[in-house]
């Protein structure tokens, strides 16, 4: 599948596609299922290659379906990455009850680099007014090595020492006409930073924060 944009003349590309799965059962049982495919880029020249084994349960009446020990790998690779691969590994179990309008992401592990974050979430009122509430955490981690992931050049610090120690606590509120995140607690080396920042108002663009920052 290509697309074209007439307008800047970038070209997207979905290449590679495959879905392999086998004893398919959508009246209450549970199937394996591999997912793949490919999405290239020319502007910014972008490869991006995703692989997804899962195993899945759906009840066709029930209108439910669920994910279950689902893993997906990310690789990107070009000119945001300076044409170094930097790969993701994402899992997670899901939910979605179509009845209920409602779906959810539970056990959600993100590991990136030196990074790993746990988090959850869980959606209401998809078709109508979508809403979202959530949590991450992470362990410590290098933030100093998250940053070399980055096409630009990190910055310099006379200390060796600098931005190897952090960590990052939050949770999330999305209502469709605000945005929250509350209980935050970050670490970054000796401080630490805890409050809340959001968007009362979408509409508006009415920005908050509130934070509290100490140095121990």
């Given at each position: 599948?290509?697309y074209l944009?007439?307008?800047t003349g970038?070209?997207?590309?979905l290449?590679?596609f495959h879905l392999?799965?086998r004893d398919i059962n959508?009246q209450?049982?549970?199937f394996p299922?591999?997912l793949?495919?490919t999405?290239n880029?020319?502007?910014?020249?972008?490869?991006?290659?995703?692989?997804?084994?899962?195993?899945?349960?759906g009840d066709?009446?029930a209108e439910?379906?669920?994910?279950?020990?689902?893993r997906?790998?990310i690789?990107?690779?070009?000119e945001?990455?300076?044409?170094k691969?930097?790969?993701?590994?994402?899992r997670?179990n899901a939910e979605?009850?179509?009845?209920?309008?409602?779906a959810?992401l539970?056990?959600?592990a993100?590991?990136?680099?030196?990074l790993?974050?746990?988090g959850?979430?869980?959606?209401?009122?998809l078709?109508?007014n979508?809403?979202?509430k959530?949590?991450?955490k992470?362990?410590?981690?290098?933030?100093?090595?998250?940053?070399?992931l980055?096409?630009?050049?990190?910055p310099?610090f006379s200390?060796?020492s600098?931005?190897?120690?952090?960590?990052f606590?939050a949770d999330?509120?999305?209502t469709g006409?605000s945005?929250?995140?509350?209980?935050?607690?970050?670490?970054?080396?000796?401080?630490?930073?805890k409050?809340?920042?959001?968007?009362s108002?979408m509409?508006k663009q009415?920005?908050?924060?509130?934070?509290?920052?100490d140095?121990?």
């Amino acid at each position: 599948v290509s697309y074209l944009d007439q307008g800047t003349g970038a070209s997207y590309q979905l290449a590679d596609f495959h879905l392999d799965s086998r004893d398919i059962n959508l009246q209450g049982g549970s199937f394996p299922a591999d997912l793949g495919f490919t999405v290239n880029s020319s502007a910014p020249r972008l490869q991006i290659v995703v692989n997804m084994d899962t195993t899945l349960s759906g009840d066709l009446a029930a209108e439910k379906f669920q994910l279950n020990d689902t893993r997906a790998t990310i690789e990107a690779r070009g000119e945001p990455t300076n044409d170094k691969p930097i790969a993701a590994t994402v899992r997670t179990n899901a939910e979605l009850d179509l009845r209920a309008d409602t779906a959810r992401l539970d056990g959600i592990a993100l590991e990136l680099a030196d990074l790993k974050v746990a988090g959850a979430l869980a959606l209401t009122q998809l078709t109508n007014n979508p809403q979202a509430k959530g949590s991450l955490k992470s362990e410590p981690f290098n933030l100093r090595k998250l940053l070399e992931l980055l096409p630009a050049d990190p910055p310099q610090f006379s200390k060796d020492s600098a931005l190897a120690h952090a960590r990052f606590a939050a949770d999330l509120l999305y209502t469709g006409t605000s945005a929250k995140l509350s209980n935050v607690d970050v670490e970054l080396d000796g401080s630490r930073i805890k409050g809340s920042a959001g968007i009362s108002n979408m509409a508006k663009q009415a920005l908050f924060a509130d934070f509290d920052i100490d140095r121990f």
